[in-house]
């Protein structure tokens, strides 16, 4: 089992940034893969980013791509989400989610992929 808690949303500005975070509590964190998704009012929950577990390979929808970084520390059971240059379409919920323990990365842009998913936190851009 593993919990996953996010942090770090919040009210920001076009064109700034803000860093979420996501606490893991339970065993062999190190051996899950971690991605990150949004869900926007009205609509479905969307891919952003995911990080392996055995490379840290990361994986970016397009839109991501150059503004966002995934990273984890497994020191600290953490999988972080920096994104620069926030637009307010970027406006969301924002999802942690886990999957594994050893899994590959098939289908890493599917969220029934993900096998444990945080609460959420909420990431809002005003132009």
């Given at each position: 089992q593993v919990q996953l808690v996010e942090s770090g949303g919040g009210l920001v500005q076009a064109g700034g940034s803000l860093r979420l975070s996501c606490a893991a509590s339970g065993r062999a964190f190190s051996r899950y893969a971690m991605g990150w998704f949004c869900q926007?009012?009205?609509?479905?929950?969307?891919?952003?980013?995911?990080?392996?577990?055995?490379?840290?390979?990361t994986y970016y929808v397009d839109v991501a791509k150059?503004?966002?970084?995934?990273?984890?520390?497994?020191?600290?059971?953490?999988?972080?989400l920096q994104m620069n240059n926030l637009k307010p379409e970027d406006?969301?919920?924002?999802?942690?989610?886990?999957?594994?323990?050893?899994?590959?990365?098939?289908?890493?842009?599917?969220?029934?992929r993900y096998n444990y998913w945080g609460q959420g936190t909420q990431v809002t851009v005003s132009s």
């Open positions: 926007a009012p009205g609509k479905e929950r969307e891919f952003v980013a995911a990080i392996s577990w055995s490379d840290n390979t150059g503004r966002f970084t995934i990273s984890r520390d497994n020191a600290k059971n953490t999988v972080y406006t969301a919920v924002y999802y942690c989610a886990a999957r594994g323990p050893g899994s590959g990365m098939r289908g890493y842009m599917d969220d029934v």
